[in-house]
């Protein structure tokens, strides 16, 4: 088990109420991702958006296509509008067929199992539905991580996992294939981000929900000169810090 999934929710509960400070980067992706609906001509009627946070069911809804939403945490399912459901994307409590779309932005990186949950996917789809899906991967904060690493090791001598692993982007159509999805497709997009400080990237992390949940994460408070030493060694000139979000762009269709 890689992701403490109740940490995870406590997470997600704690931030839905901050999520809109990062509904810009969110929707960016999502909007990038459902542009991959004008490349086919299937009418879609019935969507279920995974783990949205607020952003992608009404993007879905604007189309004509009636959406209902699910995430781990209550709170952040709640934000979703219409009908919603707070369910573990490990457990899913859907219909084989339920669906003739289904979406997840950003949200299937911290699962834990995440052929299984595709599979799962792919079986609430309807013959010849969609699955389309964003990924983080590898190198996004590839250099918070370094950071962090470096610091604790130069303090205490050894490392805690602070930021969680991402797959890279050539996994990602073998896990569609693994899953069963015909035609899988998995493109790479990049999305360039610039932070005033480096503070602002953890605070943005924390509204949205990603703070540390891997299972073996130290939970010990961190030296108080932890972060603050990290951080200072990936701003510029400026004081700022500019961050690459490196996302896989997942595109599957259910057995016809």
Same mark, same amino acid.
């Given at each position: ?80 509008? =219409?009908?919603?459901? &707070? @369910?573990?994307? !490990?457990?899913?409590?859907?219909? *084989? $067929?339920?669906?003739?779309?289904? #979406? +997840? ?36 904060? =590839?250099?918070?991580? &370094? @950071?962090?690493? !470096?610091?604790?090791?130069?303090? *205490? $001598?050894?490392?805690?996992?602070? #930021? +969680? ?41 924390? @509204?949205?929900? !990603? ?46």
């Amino acid at each position: 088990m890689i992701f403490d999934r109740p940490a995870l929710r406590r997470h997600r509960n704690r931030a839905a109420p901050h999520v809109d400070r990062v509904a810009p980067v969110l929707q960016e992706v999502a909007e990038r991702l459902l542009d991959r609906l004008e490349d086919t001509t299937h009418q879609f009627t019935h969507a279920l958006d995974v783990g949205g946070r607020g952003v992608v069911a009404p993007l879905l809804r604007a189309r004509g296509i009636e959406t209902i939403s699910c995430d781990l945490s209550p709170a952040m399912a709640a934000r979703n509008g =219409g009908l919603a459901v &707070a @369910a573990d994307e !490990e457990f899913l409590p859907f219909a *084989s $067929g339920s669906f003739d779309l289904v #979406v +997840a932005n950003l949200s299937l990186h911290a699962v834990n199992d995440l052929p299984g949950a595709l599979i799962q996917l792919r079986m609430a789809l309807k013959p010849d539905g969609l699955f389309l899906a964003s990924l983080p991967v590898l190198d996004t904060l =590839g250099r918070l991580r &370094a @950071a962090l690493t !470096e610091a604790e090791a130069e303090l *205490s $001598g050894g490392a805690s996992p602070r #930021v +969680a692993p991402f797959p890279e982007l050539r996994d990602g159509a073998a896990l569609l294939q693994r899953a069963g999805f015909t035609l899988p497709v998995a493109d790479g997009d990049d999305i360039a981000l610039r932070y005033a400080t480096p503070f602002n990237l953890l605070r943005d992390l924390q @509204a949205a929900g !990603e703070s540390n949940a891997i299972a073996v994460r130290s939970r010990h408070v961190p030296p108080r000169v932890l972060f603050p030493m990290a951080l200072s060694r990936m701003v510029d000139d400026a004081g700022g810090l500019d961050m690459n979000l490196r996302v896989a762009m997942l595109t599957g269709w259910a057995p016809g």
